[in-house]
């Protein structure tokens, strides 16, 4: 059974740095078939989705158009977990913050349907 | 970028069937998967790939895609099927995954 455990601050102050981790029991974050997903959700944007990363033969990522420019989302092999850095946090970037795997049958559709969640986390912004 | 357009809320008697529809431009050519999310837990994926159920959700779930407009059903509605309800999609323009606003499942 495939489980994903976040951990992270709560607290973030304005313009500092939010990093979170999201480590993998249970599946492979090098695995051909899966792609790793950042999502977050707040009243005012409901659920959005910031960022995924993968491995096909090597390490790609696509990132959301709201956080492109201050995202980074980077795989831990030796650690099997991934990460998210968001810079230059403000108060809009308070919100719960998910992780979540999307598996695919074959490693030629890199899948988008997010069949595993992590627990969310809680970010506050604020000084 | 793409639009995915849900109503916001929708109220069904218990035993009743709901239907909670998703807008978007073309959609049927997309693979569209909906979650369902219940306060303070992350949601949960109930039809993928328009019309397919992932093990463990029940055959009340049932998907639909077609011109503008994909549409999850749930037959016999139970208290328990309360929650909010998101459409998702992958544009392949913008290489972004793109949810809809969600939709409110009320059981009266």
């Known amino acids: 059974q495939v489980q994903l455990q976040q951990s992270g601050p709560g607290l973030v102050r304005p313009s500092q740095t939010l990093s979170l981790t999201c480590a993998i029991s249970?599946?492979?974050?090098?695995?051909?078939?899966?792609?790793w997903n950042w999502i977050r959700q707040s009243p005012s944007r409901g659920l959005e989705w910031l960022g995924r990363?993968?491995?096909?033969?090597?390490?790609?990522?696509n990132y959301g158009a709201s956080v492109k420019g201050r995202i980074t989302i980077n795989p831990d092999t030796s650690k099997n977990q991934f990460s998210l850095q968001l810079n230059s946090v403000t108060p809009e970037d308070t919100a719960v913050y998910y992780c979540?795997?999307?598996?695919?049958?074959?490693?030629?559709?890199?899948?988008?349907?997010?069949?595993?969640w992590g627990q969310g986390t809680t970010v506050t912004v604020s000084s | 970028s793409y639009v995915l357009t849900q109503p916001p809320s929708v109220s069904v008697a218990p035993g009743e069937t709901a239907r909670i529809t998703c807008g978007g431009n073309n959609i049927e050519k997309k693979d569209v998967h909906w979650y369902q999310q219940k306060p303070g837990q992350a949601p949960v994926l109930v039809i993928h790939?328009?019309?397919d159920r992932p093990s463990g959700i029940p055959e009340r779930f049932s998907g639909s895609n077609s011109g503008n407009t994909a549409t999850v059903t749930i037959t016999r509605v139970e208290a328990g099927d309360e929650a909010d309800y998101y459409c998702?999609?992958?544009?392949?323009?913008?290489?972004?995954?793109?949810f809809g606003g969600g939709t409110k499942l009320t059981v009266l």
């Open positions: 790939y328009d019309r």
């Open positions: 990363t993968y491995y096909r033969s090597k390490w790609y990522s």
């Open positions: 998702q999609v992958w544009d392949t323009s913008s290489e972004h995954v793109v």
């Open positions: 979540a795997r999307a598996a695919s049958a074959n490693i030629v559709v890199v899948a988008d349907a997010m069949d595993v």
């Open positions: 249970g599946d492979s974050v090098s695995s051909d078939l899966d792609a």
